[in-house]
C-alpha cells in the first residue's frame, strides 16, 4: 500500500518536489513518485526543461547598461557630506 | 588591520581612494540591482547605502579582496536586507491564504493535473533560445509583475546561494512556506515568459 501511495504524485506535488529538492534530499517514497510520475507526464517532462531554463536564466541574469553618471554625482555628493 | 594601506591614508585620500571606486563600480553596481529590484529609485538607493556602507567601514576591508568583490558583498547584504524589510513589513501571507486567494495561482485543477490551458508542452519554443535578448526581457520583465514577496523569494535564493537555512531565517518564514513561494514564482515565471515569448514572435 505504501508503495501504491508513494506513485501516487499529482503535476502539483510533483513541480513541487522540483523546487524542494535543490534545498533538501527527497524521500524515498517521494523519488521514487517522481520519477514514475515524469515517466507518464508529457506535461511534467516540459515542465522541468523549462523549469531549469528558468534556473539557468536566473543565474546568469545581467541587466542591460545604463547611464550611470548621475548616480556618481549623487553617491559623491553624499560622501563629501 | 594595522598594515591595511588604508588605515595610512589620510582623509583626502580615501576620499580619493572612495571616488575611484564610485567611478569604477557604480554602472555594476546599479545593474545588478536594478535588475533584482522593480523600482529603479530603490536600486539606486541601495547602491548609494553600500558606498556609505562602505565608506563607514573602510578599515575593515581586507586588502586580499578586490574592492568589487567587496562592494558586490555589501550590495547583496543590502539587497537581502531589502527583501527581509518587504516580508517584516507583512506584505507576505501566510501559506495558507498563499494557496487559496491568488486566482492566477491556479495552474492546476483540484486533482493537482494542469488545466489544460496551463499544461507545459513541448511544443513551446519559448524557451529554447537561452541567452536570446528576448527570452532575457521576459525574463526581467516577468520578474517585475511578480508580487514583491515572491519576487523576494526568487532574489533571495540567489543572493543568499541557495542555503536555505539562512534564507527561511532571513525572511522568518518556515522552509516549508519558503518552497512554496518558490514554486508559485516558478509557476508564474514560467506561464509569463511562455506568454510573452510567444506573443512578440
Known amino acids: 500500500m505504501a508503495l501504491i501511495h508513494s506513485l501516487n504524485v499529482s503535476c502539483d506535488k510533483a513541480s513541487a518536489l522540483m523546487e524542494e529538492r535543490e534545498f533538501r534530499a527527497l524521500s524515498g517514497g517521494e523519488r521514487v513518485g517522481l520519477w514514475f510520475h515524469m515517466r507518464i507526464c508529457d506535461a511534467c517532462k516540459a515542465y522541468e526543461k523549462q523549469s531549469q531554463a528558468i534556473d539557468r536564466l536566473l543565474e546568469v541574469r545581467m541587466a542591460k547598461g545604463e547611464d550611470t553618471r548621475a548616480l556618481e554625482a549623487r553617491i559623491l555628493n553624499e560622501l563629501q557630506a | ?201
Not at chain 2, 529603479?40 to 548609494?48: E, F, G, N, W
Not at chain 2, 520583465?141 to 534564507?167: N, S, T, W
Open chain 2, 1 to 201: 588591520m594595522g598594515s591595511l594601506p588604508f588605515c595610512t591614508l589620510d582623509d583626502l585620500g580615501r576620499h580619493k581612494l572612495m571616488a575611484g571606486w564610485v567611478k569604477s563600480h557604480t554602472g555594476d553596481l546599479q545593474r545588478y540591482a536594478r535588475s533584482r529590484v522593480k523600482d529603479s529609485d530603490v536600486a539606486d538607493d541601495l547602491v548609494q547605502v553600500t558606498f556609505v556602507s562602505a565608506w563607514q567601514t573602510l578599515d575593515k576591508f581586507a586588502e586580499q579582496s578586490s574592492a568589487r568583490t567587496w562592494l558586490f558583498a555589501i550590495l547583496k547584504h543590502k539587497l537581502a536586507d531589502h527583501y527581509r524589510k518587504v516580508y517584516r513589513e507583512g506584505k507576505h501571507v501566510s501559506g495558507f491564504d498563499v494557496i487559496s486567494d491568488d486566482p492566477a495561482s491556479n495552474e492546476f485543477n483540484p486533482n493537482g493535473h494542469w488545466h489544460r490551458d496551463h499544461a507545459p508542452t513541448d511544443l513551446s519554443d519559448a524557451f529554447r533560445d537561452e541567452g536570446s535578448e528576448r527570452l532575457d526581457r521576459a525574463l526581467r520583465h516577468c520578474l517585475d509583475l511578480l508580487p514583491d514577496d515572491l519576487r523576494g523569494a526568487v532574489e533571495m535564493k540567489y543572493l543568499l546561494e541557495k542555503d536555505g537555512e539562512a534564507i527561511q531565517k532571513a525572511l522568518g518564514i518556515s522552509a516549508t512556506n519558503y518552497w512554496q513561494q518558490l514554486h508559485r514564482a516558478k509557476l508564474k515565471l514560467r506561464g509569463c515568459i511562455e506568454s510573452r515569448v510567444t506573443r512578440t514572435t
